[in-house]
């Protein structure tokens, strides 16, 4: 049998046939401070694979040193500060906390987040989160979310899928799970789509706020554990 050599540079582009085939996905332009409030499984899971991705994160918790110790546990671009610090400190702000919690931070926090791309990874609970829960159940998470934080740019991303899920699956051999987001804002959108991105995932834009019903609990897309296209299938998109 002939064996037939290739020159170096041909199969060096063969090799990378694949990946430029690849639908382009746009990343984050550059590296985004990104202020988390809590510091607990969603918090930290995320922040970790932002750090990994070279964005600086601050965590913050009601117990500074449960952000403390998070931190120290990630690495130099990770810091600690109380949950307004972090607020302040982030271009982006991660809202990781229980649902019940979003209300009394509103009026801590409002002020600092004017402006700013808010993420809201929360999911509302009755059992655990009371009224607000139920509320948010019924106008869905992502309006009630935004009407705590007046004049912020809210979108509704990684709830949809456990935080033991996420960690498992970041960065795997495509397809790579699809991970819905749902906001008002355009550009505050395509902040979330780089990192979404950057998280080792394949964004799905599933609309506006409005829509961020369907990956709330009790919607087609919660928990769905679907690359992107199966899951654009799974929401009608």
């Not at 498992?168 to 495509?174: G, S, V």
């Not at 906001?183 to 394949?202: E, H, M, P, S, T």
Request: charge should be positive; proline fraction near 9%.
């Amino acid at each position: 049998m002939t064996r037939r050599f290739f020159p170096m540079h041909r199969r060096s582009l063969l090799a990378a046939l694949p990946a430029l085939l690849l639908p382009s996905v746009p990343r984050a332009a550059a590296p985004l401070r990104i202020g988390a409030i809590g510091a607990g499984h969603v918090g930290s899971t995320l922040g970790g694979l932002w750090l990994k991705a070279g964005h600086p994160v601050m965590f913050s918790a009601r117990d500074l040193s449960s952000a403390q110790a998070v931190a120290s546990d990630l690495g130099p671009l990770a810091r600690a500060g109380t949950p307004e610090q972090a607020a302040g400190f982030g271009d982006v702000v991660l809202l990781a906390v229980p649902y019940g919690a979003l209300p009394a931070l509103g009026p801590a926090l409002r002020g600092i987040l004017q402006g700013k791309v808010v993420i809201d990874a929360c999911n509302p609970y009755p059992w655990r989160d009371g009224d607000i829960a139920r509320t948010a159940q019924q106008q869905g998470a992502g309006a009630v979310t935004q009407s705590l934080f007046p004049g912020a740019h809210v979108v509704r991303a990684f709830n949809s899928e456990d935080m033991s899920t996420i960690d498992a699956e970041a960065h795997r051999l495509p397809p790579r799970l699809g991970i819905p987001y749902a906001g008002d804002d355009a550009q505050a959108k395509q902040v979330v789509r780089g990192l979404i991105v950057d998280a080792g995932f394949d964004p799905v834009d599933a609309g506006p706020l409005s829509a961020a019903r369907a990956f709330q609990p009790g919607g087609p897309g919660f928990e769905a554990d679907l690359n992107a296209t199966q899951l654009r299938g799974r929401l009608g998109l």
